[in-house]
């Protein structure tokens, strides 16, 4: 029972380490595409611009021809429209007088350059002035035409736009596309494994099914092809298919700029520097806090104090500190050192670190008092009985032969404090900031990893989109968690080694 | 060790002119009461988070001075409907309670045999060197911050369960309830065997064994197949967060009731061992007794940990503000105290002195004295554990 026990401990360890390593790791190492490599040189100047402009060209010579298909796509919805268009034409010159120049004045928007969807408006309007004359039957057969092509084409377009859509979401803009502010709009998919998403999505068509009222709806999936079936665009879908490594150049890429480069457009593009110097700054602060008051703690529960009434109580705050919930130190947090003492306007990486340093605070001391205790009574006995006054025997033999015990503890609790989010929540963390400088953290909020993994991935957007980014955060930050516990548990064993001689 | 340094001082005083020794045991009292002062800070601590939380929390209960607003106090704890933000906004804090209490106990449930046996495995039955490679993995659950559990739990967990939730569960029965079965049935089958004449003991009781274990495989198959068959509407709920929970929870009770169980000593174990019982019986009757309260201990800290975790409830919960219907059903969302103060608080900030921000802070009153009574407790056990050991 006990082994398996530690098995399914062992197991539990390994499932819930092994999504985040192997998937965390997928946002340092990806296969990258061009868009990739233009993004990066673009928002960030990383690159050189011959490579960029020689793989940008080749890239786009390997889509012109899905491009140009639809061109000809267009072209031929446009002609089906230009028959009615000309039939009007010839109704016009029949018809003469006002009738004539009022029809002409409208079908002058319907030139050669003009879209489909300019067309359809032009004939839309120009079936209402045909309805609105008082002897409308003589116009029957033109407003049957225009009625009967329009609609065709309508639902043509609809189809054609669905696609232009999902080939929009894998490549980025379309030649002629109109380039809108929001940033995720100016590039395709960065990754290849979203491009395969993505070219999944272009390829065939999701539509959910609620016809058997007694399932909760089926997933349908059929082909997109079947809605371009001879036309000009049926090929697109088998080029598409087969030649998107030629379209995308997807080369796999070590991308610790990852670590390094802050985000772009709420993460859809860069990296996670400012959580990472935010959680490094709230880190940092807390110890700055927790280990003088710990450590001197320490040394005093262990070396002066008398086992006094006011010392055991002293030990129970101590242990009621430690028991406290973390939610409870993020409001008492926000209660005093904000409202209260306000040592900042807002929140703040000091008010944050302050409240972390409290919450670490008890760790800080068992750990030290534990080593503290550890060391040989003999070291003191032999201080003391040299004259040493007990200042001194603290100072320079007890503690240093204390210090790796006491380091074992330090980061360990920093571990802590580097992951703990909720008493951040309302005393530093900002889902969207910059990274700080050292002296802004007095007085500015800043977005941290804890914070930022919870908030990416349960308020973000689009969530799905970026998941690579939440699982990137979250490797990140367990990653530097057990380098310091391996840091701990290293120096323990060096202690260990040392103690048994 | 007074006496030592006593000692010492004396014989300093007789080298130096007084006052030099007078402003020596001076400079020793400033430090010592410096040293005092620091140390306080974190009682200190305690005090202000007691002092600033009721503060904030009183309002709630209290709107005007000296008019104690008893319907509040009976809605807060009697009530289920969690509307902070109607006007008048309704704070029936009994869901929220529930839910704590719910995930709480299903943590429990996770945690502690599992905690217990691999303690008893660790402290008795493991070798040394093996014991090495073991703790570690316990200290890796314990360092995972508890926003990367909660990130597994919604991310990985969620979706695992909506989608394959009844061969998650058949597949989670199994694995839990073969072993114990198969220790059931060796067991029943040992103590059948029992009554039976020496020389045909060992056959009765492979048959005894192999009959109960047929007939437990089959119940665990009808059982699997059951469990098979249910689906789960949403992924994040009771149940999710439960398992999370007491994985989380796990390394406080294995490492603590581990301690507990070393502290009993090698004479207890070796006395009984000379009384002819076998390492089982040394466990079961001998250590695990004596080490009891250090255990209860040990859950009780489990406890705090499930009760005070905000992250992973907010994230995987669901955070659905009601009393599962029925009771036990640990497939429905449910919301804890802790992930109403984070979730809520967020929107109560700007309304900092709104009835919706002293409720909060009455929930974290709440929290708070349990933790604290908790602790109390714990810490009674563990000084009573201590005395009786003394003593033996």
Redesign the interface.
Known sequence: MGFFSILVMAAALILILYPIISRGLSAYIFRATSEHRRVQFTEFGIGSAQEIERETAEVTAARQPVFDMIVAHEKDLKAELQEAVDQVHALAAAEGGFLQRSLERRLKRAHADASVEEYLTVLTDVRKSLEGQFDRERFTDVITLITERKQRVEVETKKLTEMKHALRDLLGPLPGDRITELLRSHYGQTRWDRCLHYQDKFLYRYEWDYSNPELSGLKMRTPRVEDFRGTDLEPAFAYVRDNLEAMMQPRLTLYWQFLTTDSRDAHFFGGIWPEVLGTFYLTIGAMLFAIPIGVIAAIYLCEYARPTKTVSLLRSCISTLAGVPSIVFGLFGLAFFLNTISVSESKSVLAGSLTLALMILPTVIRASEEAILAVPFTYKEAALGLGAGRWRTVLTVILPAALPGILTGIVISMGRAAGETAPIIFTAAVSVGLALSPLQTLNSPTPALPWNIYNLCTEHEAVDEIRHVQFGMVFTLVALVLMLNIIAIALRARISRKLRG | M?A??AS?SK??SLMMSRRAGRMQRLG?IL??SF??S??????F?????FF??T??AIPFFMPEAGAFNWENLRQFFSETAWYPSARPGQFGALSLFYGSAMVTLGAILVAV???I??A???SD??AFNLRQI?K??????A??????????A???FAPLLQNAGGTVLAFGFW?VAL??LG?ACIIAGQTFAARFPENRRTVAALTATAILGVLSLVLLWLIGGKLSGMSISSGTNAFNVSIILG?MA?PTV?SVSEDALQAVGRELREGSYALGATRAETIIKTVMPAAISGILAAVI?GV?RA?????VV??ASGNAAQIPSPFYNFMEPVRTL?AT??GD??EA?HV?GSERYHV??AL?LC??AF??I???VS?AIVRRSRKKLGKE
């Open positions: 007074t030592v340094t010492s014989k300093q020793q430090g010592q040293l005092f620091i140390t306080s800070l974190s009682a601590a305690v005090l202000f988070i600033f939380i503060r904030d045999p599992l905690g046996s691999a008893v495995c660790l039955v493991l073991v570690p993995v316990i200290e890796i659950l360092a995972i911050p508890s926003v990367a559990y909660g990130f597994f919604l991310v990985v694995i072993p114990i220790i994985i796990l294995v800290l705090m009760v005070g975790e905000t992250m907010w994230m802790t103060i984070a608080m967020g900030d900092t909060l802070f974290a929290l708070l933790s604290f908790m602790n109390l810490e």
